[in-house]
Structure formats: structure tokens, C-alpha cells
């Protein structure tokens, strides 16, 4: 049996790929202070 190989892609239009990141919304990574490491 094969085994499956990921797909890559290479991005050719950077601005345009920078845009849709921006559009698709924010990523906040929030860190208690209280919180036991």
C-alpha cells in the first residue's frame, strides 16, 4: 500500500496572500499571570 504525501503549495503572489490573512480576522493569544508553568 502507498502511503499518502501532503500537498505543497508555493505561494507566488505574497501581497495577496498577506491580504487574505489579514481578511480572514485576528489570532489573540491570551496568558494568565496566574497561571501555574
Known amino acids: 500500500m502507498s502511503r499518502w504525501i501532503p500537498t505543497t503549495y508555493k505561494t507566488r503572489n505574497w501581497s495577496d496572500y ?18 501555574a508553568w
Open 18 to 35: 498577506n491580504l487574505a490573512l489579514k481578511q480572514r480576522g485576528s489570532l489573540s493569544i491570551w496568558f494568565d499571570a496566574e497561571m
